[in-house]
């Protein structure tokens, strides 16, 4: 990778979890999306529980899961860039993002993390991450939040 | 279809494989981690890992909005638990339950579950079809399990042979009704005189049993053997 030339893409992926890191990594995208006319599709799955059939009208009802998609929206358009969000259901956030990248033909998909630690002090990544990183068939941006003050 | 499969051994494994490939929703239950992850990576994200044994894990499965429950694992007991839990505290309509102990089939059946499969007693019919036997040979069971199809091939020394099947006395509720003679299968007329090498079809409760084999087998001891 070149040092003066940012990584260029023509579709990219962005996964929201509806957390702080949303943001940042919209706009990182975005940014980087400018110069390549890249295309630049948030996804946000929500998952379904086995005891709800798949189809069931959860996602659609939620203000909360329609203001994650609106937040990403306004990153773009403040950066001066268009996206589109889409809204997913499924068993599993993972399958579900490669999935979306697979069909969409994307070649980059970026996801945030969020540091977090398990009961013991463990860091925390979490199953959708290593599910990515071992299936998507494109290039794959983790982003790690920063570790909060007081961790470090 | 919505079907819950309960146990990721080879059984659940292909029947879950073969269900989603005739477009079935499926959901795998399989307790141990790494073989639940390793089915996952095979065949989807369609696997819960979690012990089917227990009521909130089954509820998390989708039980209550299953159309089948099949419990196929390796322990007679578990697939028992799933089956009652399925049928009494989910409604589920259906309950299949894999039995390896053929002994266990009237427990399973007496305590609700609506069909068992049993590999062992399936192998058991197999073997028993091709070999002469001095006993009779349960074909199929009917109903809820309360009566069966029972066959007797009549031997040398069957007081049935040489007689007519009206003069047999056929235990209450059990009847015969068909006879097969050379190959030919026929119905049985109560004025037909059987002969040694025919194969007798009866249905009857499975309480009779004794009294049947009294009748068509004869009651030397050491032909007699218990078959639950």
Redesign the interface.
């Known amino acids: 990778m070149s040092e003066t030339h940012p990584p260029t893409f023509r579709r990219a992926v962005v996964a929201l979890a509806g957390g702080p890191g949303d943001e940042r990594i919209v706009r990182l995208v975005s940014e980087l999306a400018k110069p390549s006319h890249g295309e630049v599709i948030a996804v946000h799955v929500v998952e379904i529980?086995?005891?709800?059939?798949?189809d069931a009208d959860i996602a659609g009802r939620s203000e909360e899961i329609q203001s994650i998609l609106d937040a990403a929206e306004g990153v773009a358009e403040s950066s001066k860039m268009r996206l589109e969000a889409v809204l997913l259901q499924?068993?599993?956030v993972?399958?579900a993002l490669v999935d979306e990248a697979t069909e969409r033909a994307a070649d980059l998909l970026v996801l945030s993390l969020p540091y977090r630690k398990r009961f013991g002090g463990d860091f925390a990544i979490g199953r959708t991450i290593p599910y990515v990183l071992k299936n998507a068939p494109c290039t794959v941006w983790v982003v790690r939040e920063p570790i909060p003050e007081g961790e470090a | 279809m919505?079907v819950l499969v309960v146990g990721g051994g080879k059984v659940g494994y292909y029947l879950s494989k073969e269900l989603i490939e005739n477009g079935h929703?499926v959901?795998l239950m399989e307790k141990d981690r790494a073989r639940a992850d390793q089915i996952a990576d095979e065949i989807?994200?369609?696997v819960?890992a979690h012990d089917g044994c227990e009521g909130k894990y089954l509820?998390?499965?989708?039980c209550?909005?299953a159309d089948i429950v099949a419990a196929v694992t390796g322990d007679d007991e578990d697939n028992l638990v799933i089956c009652q839990m399925a049928k009494h505290h989910f409604d589920v309509r259906r309950t299949i339950a894999r039995v390896n102990n053929p002994k266990n089939e009237a427990l399973f059946r007496h305590l609700g579950v609506d069909e068992i499969i049993s590999p062992t007693r399936m192998i058991l019919g197999s073997i028993e079809q091709d070999i002469p036997v001095h006993e009779l040979l349960h074909l199929a069971a009917l109903g809820e399990g309360e009566l069966e199809i029972i066959e007797a091939h009549l031997q040398d020394g069957s007081p049935a042979v040489g007689r007519a099947a009206g003069d047999l006395a056929m235990p209450e509720g059990c009847s015969l009704f068909a006879v097969i003679r050379d190959g030919v299968a026929t119905p049985l007329r109560p004025d037909m005189t059987l002969r040694v090498g025919d194969k007798v079809i009866a249905i009857g409760p499975s309480e009779c049993e004794e009294l049947l084999h009294e009748q068509l087998i004869g009651d030397d001891p050491e032909a007699v053997t218990p078959r639950r």
């Not at chain 1, 529980?49 to 798949?54: H, K, V």
């Open positions: 529980g086995w005891s709800l059939p798949l499924a068993r599993d993972g399958a | 919505f929703e959901v989807g994200s369609i819960v509820g998390e499965a989708g209550a909005r």
